[in-house]
T-cell receptor, first 114, second 113 residues
Framework: DTGVSQNPRHKITKRGQNVTFRCDPISEHNRLYWYRQTLGQGPEFLTYFQNEAQLEKSRLLSDRFSAERPKGSFSTLEIQRTEQGDSAMYLC????????????FGPGTRLLVL | QQQVKQSPQSLIVQKGGISIINCAYENTAFDYFPWYQQFPGKGPALLIAIRPDVSEKKEGRFTISFNKSAKQFSLHIMDSQPGDSATYFCAASIGGSARQLTFGSGTQLTVLP
């Protein structure tokens, strides 16, 4: 089964370090989304791509965060100069285009900033 | 502000009972209301979704009731099973399922055997 995959599944880093996460969407899904989920809360939207174009960005996506989807397939989310407040689960989702297409979520990358 | 309020925060139900989770929203532009189920260590998975042109949608043991005038919607799980124990999130979006989802804060459901 080729669901959404995310790597790494867990990341521990020290404050001030840079981290990069990867998301591989379901093949043929042209839309890809990033969400952040903190403990006891629902996911919060960060950004989404249609093919390689980044179409929406949340105010949560500060200038320390950057996301790319260079060839319209996999995506990376980089956090520069990590802060303890960045500790969260980072979820990726993908979908086909169109208003009635489900977003399928990956298992997430859990980030802990010490 | 785009916000979805969900209650209760936690719910304990006996096996075979009915689980009811409620959500309320403010933004009348929302036009797609899904419910997601999340197990520990997994990403959320779509359970059932509804659009505001219908008042109820049923899929197996899961039913969404939608009240457009009250800006509320709820998830009913009939004949709840221990395997239903998970965290449930309501969500809403503008422009259908392909746009950003705004999630509620979640309900942790425990179904006792």
């Amino acid at each position: 089964d080729t669901g959404v995959s995310q790597n790494p599944r867990h990341k521990i880093t020290k404050r001030g370090q840079n981290v990069t996460f990867r998301c591989d969407p379901i093949s043929e899904h042209n839309r890809l989304y990033w969400y952040r989920q903190t403990l006891g809360q629902g996911p919060e939207f960060l950004t989404y791509f249609q093919n390689e174009a980044q179409l929406e960005k949340s105010r949560l996506l500060s200038d320390r965060f950057s996301a790319e989807r260079p060839k319209g397939s996999f995506s990376t989310l980089e956090i520069q100069r990590t802060e303890q407040g960045d500790s969260a689960m980072y979820l990726c989702a993908s979908s086909l285009g169109g208003q009635r297409k489900t977003q399928y979520f990956g298992p997430g990358t859990r980030l802990l900033v010490l | 502000q785009q916000q979805v309020k969900q209650s209760p925060q936690s719910l304990i139900v006996q096996k075979g009972g009915i689980s009811i989770i409620n959500c309320a929203y403010e933004n009348t532009a929302f036009d797609y209301f899904p419910w997601y189920q999340q197990f520990p260590g997994k990403g959320p998975a779509l359970l059932i979704a509804i659009r505001p042109d219908v008042s109820e949608k049923k899929e197996g043991r899961f039913t969404i009731s939608f009240n457009k005038s009250a800006k509320q919607f709820s998830l009913h799980i009939m004949d709840s099973q221990p395997g239903d124990s998970a965290t449930y999130f309501c969500a809403a979006s503008i422009g259908g399922s392909a746009r950003q989802l705004t999630f509620g804060s979640g309900t942790q459901l425990t179904v006792l055997p």
